[in-house]
């Protein structure tokens, strides 16, 4: 619906395995993020891709590894996971905000609800 | 540290009625403030953007203001139907800061029919 898809949109895994998120975005957006949504807390801005290169890390741990082949698709890389990572993944696209007049809106996915055992 | 608060109740209200929604923040000094909706088990959607320049926008049924000396903006929705029933994000972004948007907590509207 809003051109940004997300899979899988759920996710359970042990805190021993290694699974990954997909993103695609079908708007011809160059700039793409990844945000945390713990439940009563505000999203959590995670990465920020600005024509392909990463431009935002905020202190995410390094179980959190993040791939932008190009500018249609981001990924999640996890691995060795713990509870408290348990949270919905939202992905979201925009046009990069310096090219476009110096903000963004951006367009989200669905999410990946995310249960770590 | 920078903080941003929406309404922490939730807000229910008689359908016809406007709903007043408010996002107060500190310690930061947006260029732009957004304000999203999100419905249940979904990613937020875009409404509005309003400039640290403008005072007031309006689309449809929908009027933010923003006023950076009480570092305030509200939200309103007018005649409103159980169907704008959602959580209601505010977002503040500064100029030079690319892409990054910092988020309120939200606040959940309910409008009963």
């Known amino acids: 619906e809003t051109g940004v898809t997300q899979t899988p949109r759920h996710l359970v895994m042990g805190m021993t395995n290694k699974k990954s998120l997909k993103c695609e975005q079908h708007l011809g957006h160059n700039a793409m993020y990844w945000y945390k949504q713990s439940a009563k807390k505000p999203l959590e801005l995670m990465f920020v891709?600005?024509?392909?290169?990463?431009?935002e890390n905020n202190s995410v741990p390094s179980r959190f590894s993040p791939e932008c082949p190009n500018s249609s698709h981001l990924f999640l890389h996890l691995h060795t996971l713990q509870p408290e990572d348990s949270a919905l993944y939202l992905c979201?696209?925009?046009?990069?905000?310096?090219?476009?007049?110096?903000?963004?809106?951006?367009?989200f996915g669905p999410g990946t609800r995310l249960t770590v055992l | 540290s920078q903080k941003i608060e929406q309404n922490s109740e939730a807000l229910n209200i008689q359908e016809g009625k406007t709903a007043t929604l408010t996002c107060n923040y500190t310690n930061y000094s947006p260029a732009y403030l957004q304000w999203y909706r999100q419905d249940p088990g979904r990613g937020p959607v875009f409404l509005l953007l309003i400039r640290e320049n403008e005072k007031e926008k309006r689309k449809e049924r929908l009027k933010v203001t923003f006023d950076t000396t009480l570092k305030q903006s509200l939200f309103h929705i007018t005649a409103s139907q159980p169907a704008d029933s959602a959580t209601y994000l505010c977002a503040l972004q500064k100029y030079n800061q690319g892409g990054k948007l910092i988020f309120g907590q939200g606040t959940e509207l309910s409008v009963k029919p």
């Open positions: 979201a696209s925009s046009q990069e905000p310096l090219l476009a007049g110096g903000y963004n809106e951006q367009f």
């Open positions: 891709y600005s024509l392909e290169e990463r431009v």
